[in-house]
């Protein structure tokens, strides 16, 4: 909840309602870009769901990229964080494991928007959206290259073949990892992608 500075007016900064809750304004938005993707968030679509009015969102949080920028942010953070956590798994299998299971739960969630908010924002980014499709871009790569650092490190230690591609491998999961959300999007439920998961899973290389 905003706090008052010391000299400062009443109610903050002008254009900011009083009582306004950035975080809950940010989670808000992360909930709407998450379902319709950065193209199809409209700012009335957003300033709607926050509560606030396009001023207060542009004195609050700046422009529109930059909303989006921070509510990425919130979801790498939050539905997301299965992923740092599936990288600590001890065999290179758990962590694939633990990556498609957070994959399939956060994109089934009833309460939650269906699929993944890095791949519904990224389908449809015009050139208007450069920057933002730039973002998502290295968004995805970074997941990728702690995924190929993790399974390197498999390979070092014995846990993974010596002839496996970590990169390759890498590759594969975030593909399949993808592909589990843009299918969770369409309605697909969980028990099916699951058991698409442990599927693809049968064939994992094993040391």
Known sequence: ?????????????????RGFDADEALERAMLVFW????EGASLAHLTNAMGISTTSMYAAFGNKEALFRKALERYTEGPSAYLPRALEEPTALGVATAILAGTIR??????QPNGCLGVQSALTV???GKEVRDLLVAWRDNGYSLIRERFQRAV????????????????????????I?????????????QEMADAALRNWPLS
């Open 1 to 17: 909840m905003e706090t008052k500075q010391s000299g400062a007016k009443q109610g903050g900064p002008i254009g900011r309602p």
């Open 35 to 38: 379902e319709h993707g950065y």
């Open 106 to 111: 956060t994109t089934t969630r009833p309460a």
């Open 126 to 128: 015009s050139d208007a």
């Open 156 to 179: 070092d230690d014995g846990d993974l073949p010596p002839e496996t591609d970590p990169g390759l491998l890498a590759r594969y999961l975030t593909a399949l990892g993808y592909g």
């Open 181 to 193: 959300a843009v299918q969770a999007a369409s309605g697909v439920g969980r028990d099916e992608l």
